[in-house]
């Protein structure tokens, strides 16, 4: 190689060299940077999921006692062209943990029951001599699936952050996205609105686990229940078939003393 050459080939060199260290040095600041961020967002992470987590369990506690109670409910199922359906259960529940739900009408169905132990649920039908095991997001009617009415526990089911706050009609709302713990819950994903000041839930939007929107809720008529003023009407809409809306009506809620045999399947047979 000539003496021309050889200087080509440093300069090049050099300039390679000085490119490399310059990307290097970024690379370094850039990695700095996010570190940091992490690092400052880790710090506030545990102050932010205690106040959303704070916020979800107070919600359950409005809707529904912790304690063990009973509560009818009545669901009118209303679709374009055709008459209302109309269908009424009988609740007993305990901890969140533990439901039982009895079909009371229609009367040909009357005997039918749902049993829930944690996240486990079966079905026990008269004409069936063995209970037969169910999921939380199966349908049990109308836009109700079986963990709406049988297993209400957001607190315990989800993951919660707090995303926004929004003011509608001059009330403070936090917005939360719920994230489920596992695929066996009743929605992959729930976006809710609390209000702040009393942690009545406003409403709710129910989605999928590819992130589509299934179903939307609102909580209604807020009256006096088992001590505590509480949604007695929640009204729940198919969002991808208009027209299709389940309004579920709480009544006769009342404080009970349920033992643990209650909910078991033993038990059950002498329903």
């Known amino acids: 190689m000539n003496m021309c050459g050889e200087k080509l080939m440093l300069r090049n060199n050099a300039k390679l060299l000085s490119r490399c260290g310059r990307l290097v040095w970024t690379c370094l600041f850039l990695g700095l940077a996010t570190t940091g961020a992490s690092a400052q967002q880790a710090a506030s992470d545990p102050a932010d999921e205690a106040e959303a987590r704070s916020i979800v369990e107070k919600a359950d506690q409005v809707r529904f006692p912790a304690e063990g109670f009973q509560v009818d409910v009545g669901i009118a199922t209303t679709r374009p062209d055709e008459e209302p359906e109309l269908r009424k259960f009988r609740v007993l529940s305990k901890g969140n943990e533990n439901t039982v739900v009895m079909v009371t009408e229609p009367a040909s169905e009357r005997g039918q029951i749902i049993l829930m132990k944690g996240r486990d649920l079966w079905i026990f039908m008269p004409e069936v001599s063995q209970p037969v095991r169910i999921s939380l997001s199966q349908r049990l009617t109308g836009q109700v699936a079986n963990g709406d009415l049988a297993r209400a526990n957001f607190s315990g089911d989800y993951n919660p952050r707090i995303v926004r706050n929004e ?105």
Do not use: C, H
Not at 190 to 207: L, Q
Not at 232 to 239: G, I
């Open 167 to 271: 003011t509608i009609n001059g009330e403070n709302y936090a917005v939360l996205e719920l994230t489920a713990v596992d695929r066996s819950v009743t929605y992959q994903k729930v976006r809710y609105w609390v209000n702040t000041k009393n942690f009545w839930p406003f409403k709710a939007e129910f989605y999928s686990l590819s992130n589509r929107l299934l179903k939307k809720a609102s909580y209604e008529d807020f009256k006096t229940m088992a001590g505590t003023i509480r949604p007695t009407r929640m009204v729940m809409e198919d969002a991808l078939r208009s027209g299709e809306i389940s309004v579920l009506e709480y009544g006769d809620m009342k404080l009970r003393d349920l033992p643990d045999r209650v909910f078991t399947k033993e038990y059950l047979k002498k329903l």
